[in-house]
């Protein structure tokens, strides 16, 4: 489950990190309306495996990231943000490599090569296992960030994604 997160985390990274970002863009129509842009990136396959026990969106900026882990079960659950620092390093032998140290000082469990991202789609490889993850662009719902779960740091039941 550890590393499930933790593949989950570095791929909604990565998306941030090539240029994702919140933004408000008024539509086409003319008529003043607001529409939503995606901000973020959403887990959907882990190891070729979509039945994940939990949502983990992932947010990326230039060079910070937050991960949005959910913990309980998915009909009462709540979301512990993670932040951090993160960069993407083009042109090494693995190609372009993800990698990121948390707040707290602790680096990612992996870094990862970036498999392909596209306007849509973000799949990364963990350089140390071969274990493909895959996100989908998505808004990342106002209630994921605006009612965090606290959890004591590190705890040994949830741990970080990435």
């Known amino acids: 489950m550890r590393l499930n997160f933790l593949l989950g985390v570095c791929a909604v990274v990565?998306?941030?990190?090539?240029?994702?970002?919140c933004s408000k863009k008024g539509n086409d129509g003319g008529?003043?309306?607001?529409?939503?842009?995606?901000?973020?990136?959403?887990?959907?396959?882990w190891n070729e495996d979509t039945t994940l026990s939990g949502r983990v969106y992932l947010e990326l900026g230039t060079d910070?990231?937050?991960?949005?882990?959910?913990?309980?079960?998915?009909?009462?659950?709540?979301y512990v943000p993670y932040t951090g620092t993160c960069r993407m390093t083009a042109g090494s032998e693995n190609g372009t490599i993800l990698?990121?140290?948390?707040?707290?000082g602790e680096p990612w469990a992996h870094s990862y090569r970036v498999e392909s991202m596209t306007d849509t789609?973000?799949?990364l490889v963990s350089l140390d296992e071969q274990i493909e993850s895959v996100y989908e662009r998505v808004v990342i719902p106002d209630y994921v960030k605006e009612?965090?779960?606290?959890?004591?740091?590190?705890?040994e039941s949830v741990l970080p994604l990435l």
Not at 14 to 21: F, H
Not at 99 to 104: C, E, N
């Open 14 to 21: 990565m998306l941030a990190v090539a240029g994702v970002s």
């Open 31 to 45: 008529d003043g309306g607001v529409a939503i842009q995606p901000n973020g990136w959403m887990l959907i396959s």
């Open 64 to 78: 910070r990231f937050t991960l949005y882990q959910q913990i309980g079960n998915l009909t009462s659950a709540g």
């Open 99 to 104: 990698s990121g140290t948390y707040s707290d």
């Open 121 to 123: 789609e973000l799949r």
């Open 147 to 155: 009612a965090p779960v606290t959890l004591p740091s590190r705890s």
